[in-house]
């Protein structure tokens, strides 16, 4: 089967950093997304890692351990417009169907 | 350059009805996947269309089907509305022969079913 994992709901403070974990189970492993999500509008892709290690890409950064089964998004310097729902996809097969975890809904307050 | 662009923006059908929703992907991709996001949850692969071809399909009944046309837009049809159909319907595209290609979320359809 396949599986995705993320917490539920998650809060924090402007201008501080928080980390929001992911941990997949799933049949094959060709990549795995970040995506942010507002409510009521589409996601938006925020990071794609396939290697083990760290990308980082200005106030985010996104980890993987493919042996582990284990992906974080740290958000740095958090802004209220970060609240939102971030969701985390992995690619199991040979062409781009996503796999979504059920996301995390992030709340910024001052 | 255009995005992804999805209509209509709402629509409210009746159980037993059908429905068609329309999708137009962005410019140079010819490859589109409808996704299902219940209300609180993640999206859910329906299907895939890839030079007008089905490309793969999620755990979907076979009252969900779609067509690609060779503009590379791109139609989901659901017969017989179930009260579960109820959510947001996403198109998304991506650019062809790219594994770790983007897909790129049109804002949605959200279809009520009553």
């Known amino acids: 089967g396949q599986n995705i994992d993320q917490p539920t709901e998650m809060t924090a403070t402007e201008g501080a950093i928080v980390q929001i974990n992911c941990t997949y189970q799933t049949s094959g492993f060709n990549g795995l997304f970040w995506y942010q999500q507002h409510a009521g509008e589409a996601p938006t892709f925020l990071s794609y890692?396939?290697?083990?290690g760290l990308e980082e890409k200005g106030r985010f950064s996104s980890f993987l351990s493919r042996s582990k089964g284990y992906s974080y998004l740290l958000l740095k310097e958090l802004q209220m417009k970060d609240s939102a729902s971030y969701l985390c996809?992995?690619?199991?097969?040979?062409?781009?169907?996503?796999?979504f975890g059920a996301g995390t809904r992030l709340a910024v307050h001052p | 350059e255009t995005g992804v662009t999805q209509s209509p923006t709402h629509l409210i059908k009746t159980r037993g009805q059908q429905v068609t929703l329309r999708c137009s992907s962005q410019?140079?991709?010819?490859?589109v996947s409808w996704y299902q996001q219940a209300l609180g949850q993640g999206p859910q692969f329906i299907f895939q269309y890839y030079r007008e071809e089905e490309n793969g399909r999620g755990n979907f009944p076979p009252r969900f089907s779609g067509l690609q046309f060779p503009n590379y837009s791109s139609e989901l049809n659901v017969n017989a509305l179930e009260l579960d159909d109820s959510a947001l319907y996403l198109c998304a595209s991506s650019q062809p022969g790219q594994r770790n290609s983007p897909l790129h979320f049109g804002n949605g359809t959200r279809l009520t079913v009553t």
């Open positions: 996809a992995v690619i199991p097969g040979g062409y781009n169907k996503l796999i």
């Open positions: 410019s140079g991709h010819n490859t």
């Open positions: 890692n396939v290697l083990d």
